[in-house]
């Protein structure tokens, strides 16, 4: 259910009452708002550019947290799932087209960048920092507890996965759940690749998820109706880049 006074007051509170009235930020559901922060926009202002508690209902859980004390900035949209729990102290930049599945926790307080497309499944966990300090008994020595996250475009981040500080992640990643941890730069790896395990280490390559909704409708409707099929087979003149890319 549309949560009206929360999507009004935040919109109106971050845009103002002249671009506000556009409602760029929607509200679904019970929202626990502990700051606002400042959210940049770096896109052309559209409705439902920014959605708390999307998804509600799918889930159970009590409510969406939302604690911006950084910056978020916006290339696009970015849609936060119902129960996700957002604490920034530092920089957010999302891409666009950007989903936050369920229940999944996000600490930040130096800088996590979503690369365009990117899309976290529920119940992940991604923190820029350890929260605690380790030291090292033979020679006294302290390392930095916290390091930027970056994920390329177009990854999907699998449910119950774990994303670390330092982590770099290329353009066209899978990370297959549950429970694959993620904890330093994949960059090197090529496009169209899996990680899995704990931890993460490339399983296999030449995949990609299919986001588009109209085809992933095509292919539920297929499967259905051809209940012995094992496989579809796409149009050769079928743009798989479109296949891959979210039509919010």
């Not at 550019?49 to 159970?60: D, I, K, R």
């Not at 670390?164 to 066209?172: F, L, N, Q």
């Not at 496989?231 to 743009?239: A, K, P, R, V, Y």
Request: hydrophobic residues 40%.
């Amino acid at each position: 259910m549309l949560n009206i006074f929360a999507s009004l007051y935040m919109s109106f509170r971050v845009f103002g009452l002249r671009r506000g009235w556009r409602l760029p930020i929607y509200v679904y559901g019970p929202l626990r708002l502990c700051h606002i922060g400042k959210i940049r926009l770096c896109c052309p202002l559209r409705r439902r550019l920014l959605v708390l508690g999307s998804n509600y209902g799918f889930v159970v859980a009590p409510f969406t947290l939302f604690d911006n004390q950084g910056v978020i900035e916006l290339h696009g949209p970015l849609y936060l799932n119902y129960g996700t729990m957002l604490s920034n102290r530092g920089t957010i930049v999302a891409g666009g087209n950007n989903i936050i599945g369920n229940r999944t926790e996000i600490r930040v307080t130096q800088r996590l960048e979503l690369g365009f497309n990117t899309i976290l499944g529920f119940d992940c966990h991604v923190m820029d920092t350890d929260m605690h300090y380790v030291v090292d008994v033979t020679s006294k020595c302290v390392a930095r507890n916290s390091a930027p996250i970056r994920l390329g475009r177009y990854n999907w981040i699998g449910s119950n996965c774990y994303v670390k500080k330092g982590t770099v992640t290329p353009d066209y990643l899978t990370v297959a759940s549950p429970n694959t941890l993620l904890l330093k730069d994949y960059s090197q790896l090529p496009p169209y690749s899996v990680l899995a395990g704990t931890p993460a280490r490339a399983v296999r390559t030449g995949v990609q998820r299919i986001c588009n909704y109209t085809i992933e409708q095509r292919l539920r409707t297929f499967f259905a109706e051809h209940p012995h099929a094992d496989s579809f087979q796409l149009d050769d003149g079928e743009d798989l880049q479109d296949a891959f890319t979210l039509n919010l």
